[in-house]
């Protein structure tokens, strides 16, 4: 079973197609410049129209640099080599999600939904890690790919030698989810935790839950919920589908208890249903625990042997931008590069989590936490409270126009640096860096920071 021009013409039928049929496996590509010929998987490229490109300027880019075909809603030219794939629709995007729709229709086998406010990613790896050890061939969604074009681009590379797919939904406006839902119509459907991601958007947390509930929108009897018990915004909900419970408390189906943070590992009990396991987790970040209690609760859904779920969980588990430690060169000191993404619940974490982490000299750069709408003020300057739990700080560097906030509640006597840039905070930090230095970088995708972590990895 593999996805064919007799397919795709029958759910587009006013497309015109030149030349041979899709290859067997293949990948689409929405960035021109991405493409390298040969790659490992032929590459169509798909040319959507943006609010600042039109990826139709860019069929001959993309043909030029190697693509196999491309979709697009300009005329085939008369000199298309008769090798290449051109594809002409009225509307690409729709093309896209509504050849996605109709090929997740065909699949017989389970497919996972992952949403929640913080922990989408490292949920989605981690259960698929269990997955891969537990021998399945599985396809987890390619990087934050989560959006309605995201997941219709991954349900594509759906083949009939996959046994489980791993989709991660993420949301910032009402209305989203539910559309996410009816294209990837999960079987099995998580939400990690609720939290003030996105409330610009969205709202209270009240009003998250119900946007990230919709997740079990197209649920038949067959299918599976797992929510955090904790949190009364899920628990507290009637569900009509079977719903797993993980969490602290001793109702839950999936239980975490006796946790305990040391410098560089956390012990704790996980009890999967009767059965319980004493665990050594190489991490100082306790939000991982959240992760791991979702992907255990999901793997034990899927019928994977408690001994897999264990033995992969206290291995590392290495994703980008999340918590994710790096030896900077010339014996500079240790970084910590969590610029990924940032909320106040993820920004706690980090901080408690860096705590633990033993160095003579530790910095933090933190930059904005973005889209939390009319409260931004009230969750920057709780951070600058949170800091007296992080006694162990020696400086603060502060990133952006949001965080003096930070700096206005932070503790008195800790030293602190408020710069408007990520070049700037470069700048600050490099006088600071040495042996014994640790520095966490925290702050939402919008600041960049993520570019300062790749400055001093390679210039420090």
């Known amino acids: 079973m593999y996805l064919s021009k007799q397919f795709f013409m029958a759910i587009v039928p006013e497309a015109q197609w030149h030349g041979p049929d899709f290859p067997e496996n293949f990948q689409l590509v929405v960035d021109s410049r991405t493409i390298t010929a040969p790659n490992d998987l032929p590459q169509l490229f798909v040319a959507l129209k943006g609010a600042c490109h039109d990826g139709n300027s860019f069929v001959q880019d993309a043909l030029t640099r190697g693509a196999c075909g491309v979709i697009t809603t300009n005329n085939i030219p008369k000199d298309i080599p008769a090798q290449s794939i051109y594809i002409t629709v009225p509307d690409v995007l729709d093309a896209v999600v509504s050849v996605a729709k109709a090929w997740r229709a065909r699949i017989p086998f389970p497919i996972v939904g992952i949403t929640g406010s913080v922990g989408k990613t490292s949920t989605k790896q981690l259960l698929g890690d269990i997955l891969k050890n537990a021998g399945k061939r599985v396809l987890i969604a390619q990087g934050n790919q989560n959006t309605?074009?995201?997941?219709?681009?991954?349900?594509?590379?759906?083949?009939?030698?996959?046994?489980?797919?791993?989709?991660?939904?993420?949301?910032?406006?009402?209305?989203?989810?539910?559309?996410?839902?009816?294209?990837v119509r999960p079987t099995l459907a998580m939400i990690t935790y609720i939290g003030h991601s996105h409330s610009e958007g969205l709202g209270s947390c009240l009003d998250v839950a119900v946007e990230k509930r919709a997740i079990f929108s197209y649920?038949?009897?067959?299918?599976?919920?797992?929510?955090?018990?904790?949190?009364?915004?899920?628990?507290?909900?009637?569900?009509?589908?079977?719903?797993?419970?993980?969490?602290?408390k001793m109702t839950h189906q999936i239980q975490l208890r006796k946790v305990v943070v040391n410098s560089d590992h956390i012990t704790c009990v996980l009890k999967i249903y009767h059965e319980k396991y004493s665990l050594s987790v190489p991490t100082t970040n306790t939000a991982f625990l959240n992760c791991m209690l979702a992907a255990s609760a999901a793997a034990h859904a899927l019928g994977i042997k408690h001994q897999v779920i264990i033995d992969t969980v206290q291995r590392p588990l290495i994703v980008a931008g999340?918590?994710?430690?790096?030896?900077?060169?010339?014996?500079?000191?240790?970084?910590?590069?969590?610029?990924?993404?940032?909320?106040?619940?993820?920004?706690?974490?980090?901080?408690l989590a860096f705590e633990k982490i033993e160095a003579k000299n530790k910095v933090a750069i933190l930059g904005d936490m973005l889209e939390l709408g009319d409260s931004s003020g009230f969750w920057h300057r709780q951070i600058g409270r949170f800091l007296k739990k992080v006694p162990s700080l020696s400086q603060l560097i502060l990133v952006g126009t949001q965080v003096n906030g930070i700096q206005k509640t932070a503790p008195l006597g800790l030293s602190c640096i408020l710069v408007s840039t990520w070049q700037e905070a470069v700048a600050a930090v490099r006088p600071l860096l040495g042996a014994d230095t640790a520095v966490l970088v925290k702050a939402s995708r919008g600041i960049a920071l993520n570019k300062l972590v790749d400055v001093l990895e390679k210039n420090s």
């Open 148 to 183: 309605a074009l995201g997941i219709s681009l991954n349900l594509w590379r759906l083949r009939q030698d996959h046994e489980v797919a791993l989709f991660e939904m993420g949301i910032s406006k009402k209305g989203e989810m539910a559309r996410m839902a009816d294209i």
């Open 219 to 248: 649920f038949d009897e067959r299918a599976i919920g797992i929510i955090q018990g904790d949190q009364p915004e899920l628990s507290a909900n009637a569900y009509s589908h079977p719903i797993i419970k993980f969490g602290k």
């Open 322 to 351: 999340r918590f994710e430690k790096k030896v900077l060169p010339s014996n500079l000191g240790m970084l910590i590069h969590d610029a990924y993404n940032a909320s106040p619940e993820s920004m706690k974490s980090a901080l």
